[in-house]
């Protein structure tokens, strides 16, 4: 080999190393600031592995986000131009989170009062060791504890209560857990990541509680909501709901993480049906986190 065709080859790979640098660093970070400037997400100061950025002209930690991608809250959803990107359910772009847990969990101290009047089941939040710092576990377990204490969650039927508990034994356990542990425990017959409630235990998938879904455009606070009210709607009993009505909001039972299109999901969920069946019917609903939207607060 000449070496000017090693300088060749060099200066392909140095070229090839820029431009996927520039890729990785232009749509990941925007979001990723915008939720570590929300005081309730001390996201991961030292646990997670954060890439270096290749070159010294990426945004720092600290510059204001440049252009917040969730300027689409008009949803695209209710656009069908061709200059609009349908939402996938793959995981939107946002703050590196690890990928590897230790495989245990520790439950998050804390109890709450009875919220409903119904039968109280008792839940506990647990968070898998090495995928969060301390400080991010608390907020975890304020914002589980938000969604089922929210009227228009489950107790609005007035037949279900719930109270947290950290030393008893629970009925459910909450557990926020690492990609690859859910990802075993979950399957990934459909290749994006999820959560899943199996024998009394909710696995809330680490990359979508940080990163939310794109069916919420930016939503993360709503689509965490959601993550929580669907995943206990399993413990209840529930199973999955297509959209029923173009424009309505979508159930809390729907698979919103990937879609809140009829049409959608079914594609998505063709070769690993999901319990009910999704009829492609064209219908296409609005993102929406509680199992009772109706109620007032
Ligand atoms: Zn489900």
């Given amino acids: 080999m000449t070496v000017g065709r090693i300088v060749m080859y060099v200066f392909a790979a140095m070229l090839a190393g820029v431009t996927i640098g520039m890729l990785d660093s232009l749509p990941v970070d ?25 070159s010294s002209s990426a945004p720092s930690s600290s510059a204001p986000p440049s252009q917040p ?19 996938g359910p793959e995981l939107p772009p946002g703050v590196a989170v690890r990928d590897q847990g230790e495989g245990w969990w520790r439950t998050v101290p804390g109890t709450t009062a009875q919220v409903g009047t119904g039968r109280v089941r008792t839940y506990s939040v647990e968070v898998e060791q090495g995928v969060v710092v301390p400080q991010a576990q608390l907020p975890f377990a304020t914002a589980v504890d938000e969604a089922l204490a929210d009227p228009r969650g489950w107790t609005a039927s007035g037949d279900v209560a719930f109270r947290r508990v950290d030393v008893a034994q ?20 459909i290749p994006y990541d999820t959560s899943c409630y199996v024998n009394g235990v909710v696995y809330v998938s680490a990359p979508r509680w940080f990163r939310g879904a794109q069916s919420y455009a930016g939503d993360l606070a709503g689509y965490r909501k959601y993550l929580v009210n669907h995943e206990i709607g399993h413990f209840l009993g529930r199973g999955h709901e297509p959209c029923p009505a173009d424009g309505a909001p979508a159930p809390v039972m729907m698979q919103q993480t990937f879609s ?38």
Avoid at 69 to 87: C, F, H, N, Q
Avoid at 170 to 181: G, M, N, S
Avoid at 286 to 293: D, E, K, L, S, T
């Fill in 260 to 297: 809140v299109s009829n049409d959608a999901l079914a594609d998505i969920t063709a070769s690993a049906p999901q319990g009910a069946a999704v009829a492609r019917d064209g219908k296409t609903c609005v993102a929406n986190p509680w199992p009772n939207p109706g109620v007032t607060r």
């Fill in 69 to 87: 991608s969730s300027s689409s809250t008009t949803a695209p959803l209710a656009l069908a131009g061709r200059d609009v990107v349908r939402p």
């Fill in 30 to 54: 925007a979001p990723a600031q915008r939720e570590v400037a929300q005081p309730q997400v001390p996201v991961m100061a030292t646990s997670i592995s954060v890439r270096t950025p290749p």
């Fill in 170 to 189: 629970p009925d459910v356990r909450i557990r926020l857990t690492a990609k690859e542990t859910a990802r075993a425990i979950c399957g990934f017959e």
